[in-house]
């Protein structure tokens, strides 16, 4: 059974939103992520200028790398359903990071559980869940014990 060109294209506008997470805070642009996610909730805090000063206070970043935290986000195995105006999705992540005193290697891996809506501008996220299973050395990584 094959879905629908309208639908196809759904699935790829959520799944695109979940790179753009990646590449936001992979560049440490906290006020992009706030903004990407602002119209929800991440792990229960809402708002734009919320979510971004989380990710300020929690994320370390280079500042002579450009400020950006040194890893990559590769988002993997997204699910995707949608239904009208409302998807959600699930996938898996794993966050590499390497610093001059990190090697290059997997630091936290695990889930997200994503909701979304669309509205005349296109969809957007209403949650973020996130599932940490395995966590490496953060050290390098956050400013928070985990």
Known sequence: MSASPDKLADKLAVTELLYRYAELIDAGDFDGVGELLGRGSFMGVAGAPAIAQLFAS????????????????????????????????????????????????????????????????GWFFTERRVDVEMVGDVSEHLNIAI
């Open 58 to 121: 929690t994320t370390r970043r280079f500042p002579e790398h450009g400020n950006t935290p040194r890893t990559r986000h590769l988002v993997l195995n997204a699910i995707v359903d949608v239904d009208g105006e409302r998807a959600t999705a699930r996938s898996t992540f794993c966050v590499v990071q390497k610093t001059d005193t990190v090697a290059l290697q997997p630091i936290v891996v695990g889930r997200y559980a994503d909701v979304f809506a669309r509205d005349e501008h």
